[in-house]
């Protein structure tokens, strides 16, 4: 079998760009082990939204070489000074947040017509986008929780929202609607606190989601890969904070040991099990592909909510991902082989449909 050419993205403008870059090097490392199977292109994208080929997958360095993909029969891949071009078989795009995971790259890789690891453009948006991802697991009949959403640029009742937000029984949560990994997230535990969280995560998005809190949560959570019938989940994990009230940016990244990882979760067999089963109903219900993490809140009573869904995980050896599944006794790089063969077919299959009427 010829050996495949894997061109790695990572970075990318988004406000989750530092902790794409860290996973992105795990992913680098386990494919550039088999040698006999991949050579693997580290592109890093900035913040700028710039691409740059790397020697080794890391931060902006000077000696990166300034690259642009292309749409040519022979090449994906070009540098800008017209030193070299590159023709990737696949790509892997381990982005995180806005402008990566939403489905703008997923929209541009189906332009370039090159395969790619991972959901589509339109699971990519759906599962970005915390409200639609709720009204489909509502949908597929998982438990979610109340919600309202408010706009940047649409007026809003404060009075009627702290009456909402009373009557749903505080705390409450305020959720950028599109982003990943707790940015802009605060915990309101009182409807004097509501204005300013509301003002801090309309900085990082649009629009914003109230949605009723679950206080002192046990999250948990199931990861998911394959598409339709051949859908593996894992094990489900537990993550608890002792760097906060809840597991916010800080306690996920800033604060050494500011959380900590039970894999598998301390609960009973046939609640994991539900818990698996919705995790790959809400999957695909979103019609996804590739891998994804479902996240759910579990309250004192047993009774969980599903939180979200995360169409590119944390990749790194500490994430949850790789954590998730080696519990279930999967090796990670088998999984990476799986997710890039399902690439291929994924665009072999849709190559194959005719474009004729």
Known sequence: MPILKVAVLYGGKSTEHEVSVHS??????????KKDKYEVYPIFISKQGRWFLQKACGPQHPTDKPITPVLK??????????????????????????????????????????????????ASAMGMDKEISKLIAREAGVPILPWKIVSKDAGYDLSALQ?????????????PVRLGSSVGVRKVKT???LQSALDFALQ????????KGVDHAR??????????????????????????????????YIVAGGCETKVPADIPADLAQ???QDSEAVFRALRGSGLARVDFLMDKNGEYYFSE??????????????????????DYGQILDGLIALALRVHARKAALSLNR
Not at 88 to 98: E, I
Not at 309 to 330: V, Y
Request: hydrophobic letters at 40%; aromatic letters at 10%.
């Open 73 to 122: 029969d022979e090449a994906n891949l070009v540098a800008l000074d017209g030193s070299f071009s590159i023709k990737a078989d696949v790509v892997f795009p381990v982005l995180h947040g806005t402008n990566c995971e939403d489905g703008t790259m997923q929209g541009f890789l189906e332009t370039l017509d090159v395969p790619y690891v991972g959901c589509g453009v339109l």
């Open 219 to 252: 999250e948990i959570f199931c990861a998911i890969y394959g598409e339709g019938v051949h859908i593996k989940s894992s094990a489900c994990g537990e993550l608890s904070t002792v760097a906060g009230e809840f597991f916010d940016y800080n306690a996920k």
């Open 24 to 33: 992105a090097q795990t992913v680098c490392r386990v494919l550039s082990e």
């Open 309 to 330: 869904i995360n169409t590119m995980p944390g990749m790194s050896e500490t994430s949850l991902f790789p954590q998730l599944f080696s519990a279930c006794g999967e």
């Open 274 to 276: 539900k818990m698996r």
């Open 163 to 175: 009456a909402w937000a009373e009557e749903q029984g505080l705390p409450v949560f305020v959720k």
């Open 191 to 193: 409807v004097g606190e």
């Open 204 to 211: 990082f998005d649009t629009d914003v989601l109230v949605e």
